[in-house]
């Protein structure tokens, strides 16, 4: 599977490129053996439902609600934007997982731009 991690739901980069970056991209991510592409982000899940369905993924994708940030602290890639007023959330990353193991990581490197963990470079990381 792919996990891709982003810093907040309906922002711009996540909702303008990002997701609509993995949607176009999908089936390349099928054929190459990839069963589920995951959306993380510390958000709660009515958010992320919401959010989910304006980005008109229907099951192409599966939005991860990590309210508390447990799941992005476990990972390590907190980022504290409370200086935005947003509080500590998820760093925009990548991840290729064979059976839960990290296979590839690309993290982005300020934590919210968008190049190492764009749908065009994971493809070439699976």
């Known amino acids: 599977m792919v996990l891709i991690g982003l810093p907040a739901a309906f922002s ?59 799941m992005t602290k476990a990972l390590g890639v907190e980022l504290d934007l409370s200086k935005a007023l947003l509080g500590v959330r998820c760093k925009r990353f990548s991840m290729v997982l064979e059976d839960g193991v990290v296979k590839a990581a690309a993290i982005e490197p300020d934590g919210t731009g968008y190049t190492v963990s764009s749908a065009e470079n994971t493809l070439k990381q699976v």
Do not use: R
């Open 12 to 70: 711009p980069t996540c909702s303008e490129k990002h997701v609509p970056g993995y949607l176009a991209h999908i089936e390349e991510f099928k054929k190459k053996g990839i069963d589920k592409v995951a959306v993380l982000a510390v958000n709660d899940f009515f958010t992320m439902k919401a959010w989910a369905k304006t980005q008109g993924v229907g099951t192409k994708l599966t939005f991860l609600a990590d309210g508390n940030g447990e």
